[in-house]
């Protein structure tokens, strides 16, 4: 298998930090993006330890500027990406529309909608001059779907959708691919952030089911990553079994 240099943000959590251990393992160079640095050179180490070359770049999607500068570092330091897993994300609230706290609406649109392409079109820069590259945005169920309290979250997702087929129909010229995964319900700290940390909430999302790990999401990853440079997978949707929508649950398990 060859070796690349791979970007993931979000990677101080969940399916980050899960696809940064994942890629580890197989020896790939990586460049860690998120906010908390501690918890970030945490799985840094890890990853380290597992023999891959792990470099950290601290940074807020949200803020256009700190892309630019961290990303050029991160090229600087290790060369052009191969791939770029755009994951950092998170859902606040679960508010009827007329109860929805807008400074929510504006983190989400922030740093699902705008941060993802600050990101991608960062990458993306670097891809078009080599002539090759592969970005994997991460979608959601809630971007096939819209689910009660969930209209800005899942407007963020439908917006990925959308962005990641611009994507691919812009950039396939050049060799690029341009995936998307799209995950159900999995268990990380994404309830805990939209709850805003209320634990027992984040908890009663995953009652009586067998959620998603953030594992499984970052076996899809490895596979979509790992397919031979003439297949370029579109989507993945995958759900926990109990799940057959958005709010249809078996919650028996
Ligand atoms: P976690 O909350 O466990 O992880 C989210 C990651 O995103 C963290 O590493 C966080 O790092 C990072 N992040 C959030 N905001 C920013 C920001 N402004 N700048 C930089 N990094 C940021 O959630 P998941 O791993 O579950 O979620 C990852 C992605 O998957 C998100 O896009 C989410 O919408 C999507 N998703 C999640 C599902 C689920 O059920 N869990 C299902 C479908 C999709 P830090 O706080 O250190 O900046
Ligand atoms: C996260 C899955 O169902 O909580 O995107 O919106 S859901």
């Known amino acids: 298998m060859s070796k690349k ?3 993931i943000t979000g990677a101080s959590a969940g399916f980050g930090a899960a696809t940064a251990l994942r890629m580890a393992k ?3 160079t990586l460049a860690l993006f998120a906010r908390r640095r501690e918890k970030l050179e945490l799985v840094a180490q890890q990853c380290e330890a597992l023999g ?3 470099e950290v770049f601290i940074l807020d999607v949200r803020n256009a500027d700190e892309v630019s500068k961290q990303t050029k570092n991160a090229f600087e330091s290790l060369g052009t ?3 770029l897993v755009n994951n950092a994300g998170l859902a606040l609230g679960l508010d009827r529309f007329d109860q929805a706290n807008p400074e929510h609406w504006n983190q989400m649109i ?7 392409l600050y990101m991608g079109k960062a990458a993306a820069d670097y891809m078009v001059k080599a002539g090759r590259g592969h970005i994997v945005n991460i979608g959601s169920l809630a971007g096939k779907e819209v689910y009660p309290g969930g209209h800005v979250y899942c407007a963020t997702k439908h917006a990925v959708e959308a962005i990641t087929k611009g994507m691919r129909q812009d950039l396939f010229k050049f060799g690029i691919r341009v995936s998307q995964i799209s995950p159900g319900l999995a268990e990380t700290e ?7 940390g209320n634990i027992d909430r984040a908890k009663a999302v995953y009652h009586g089911i067998q959620p998603l790990t953030a594992e499984d999401i970052a076996e899809c990853i490895a596979f979509v990553i ?4 003439h297949v370029c997978i579109h989507d993945i949707v995958l759900t926990p079994t109990a799940q057959a929508t958005s709010t249809l ?5």
């Open 26 to 28: 197989e020896g790939h």
């Open 110 to 116: 922030d740093t699902n909608i705008k941060g993802l």
């Open 249 to 253: 649950i078996n919650r028996s398990q």
């Open 5 to 7: 240099i791979v970007w």
């Open 52 to 54: 891959s070359k792990t």
């Open 81 to 83: 990406p191969d791939v």
């Open 190 to 196: 994404f309830s805990i952030v939209r709850f805003e």
């Open 226 to 229: 790992h397919q031979p440079p």
